[in-house]
């Protein structure tokens, strides 16, 4: 099985020996400046009875970093693989660069620099003869390669079975980024990186996007998207609950005021406003939960004479756990 999983895996990989060269050869299609990096039309799967995911509809611009978020078993592996054609979709349709995932995987896959979530490879290789044997197959050597390791702190000369849980994500980030693709597609990149590590792959998807290139990740570290995202999807139980960029997504999220008034206040001021609930006052401090805009708050406030005031945004955690319960951020 491990046997099976790591030929599947190189044979991704080593199909972008085509990369840049395989969009100039005679008979490759050429991808429209238009054309979105992913699209997904009601996809959908089920292994036997038991749900993968259900209809889901997505839109990936190009040059955007799309973050789908949910926790494990939410779908979002599922959704990666029926994307580079690893496992065939129940029913609905993904395109990937303007092809069609089912028809065109293996030019897909010439054109994606992908990291699964469960990196696995030749046990007895080096970091750098694994480079070097995946830059000979493309034809694109192993310059990048070094580039990136060099990056990300990582000694290419140990073999893969002595490296730790970090080392081994950092060899497959390498893979991934060494021939600079048009489309990444990472599944919980960042597992196992320290935090100083972490900030480095965040500036190397920083610079693919700023050079036009797209990004299709997975996680379920909330904060890790807040960082890096254009746009999220949350995805629940298998279903796409909410598509939003990320700043859209946190002004439908309550955020905390605390105002510190110089005179004791009515609740009432405050409590009759839209988007304001849970109003409390102790002596002359108003604390309060606003929905969306706090300008009514503000304006009310200034009706008094007011000494201090904290609001405290909402994580992205928070958003997400709102969607996730199946809660409606706007509802009382």
Known sequence: MLQRRVFAFHQVICDNSAGASAANMPGRRKISAMTAAIETVALTKFYGESRGIVDVSLAVKEGEVFGLLGPNGAGKTTTIRLLLDFIRPTSGSARVLGLDAR????????????LPGDFRTYRNMTGQQIFDYFGHLRGSGSTKAAHYCERLGLDASRPFRELSKGNRQKVGLVQAFMSEPPLLILDEPTSGLDPLVQQEFHRMIAEARASGRSIFLSSHVLGEADALC????????????AVEEIDALRARALKHMEIQFGEPVPAEAFSRLDGVRDVTVTDSRMACNVTGPVDAVVKAAAKYIVVDVTS????????????????DPDAE
């Open 230 to 241: 254009d746009r999220v999807g949350i995805i629940r139980d298998g279903e796409i609950v």
């Open 103 to 114: 028809q065109e995987s293996l030019e897909i896959r010439r054109r994606t620099g992908y």
């Open 312 to 327: 405290n945004q909402p994580s992205l955690e928070e958003v997400f756990l709102a969607y996730y319960a199946g809660a």
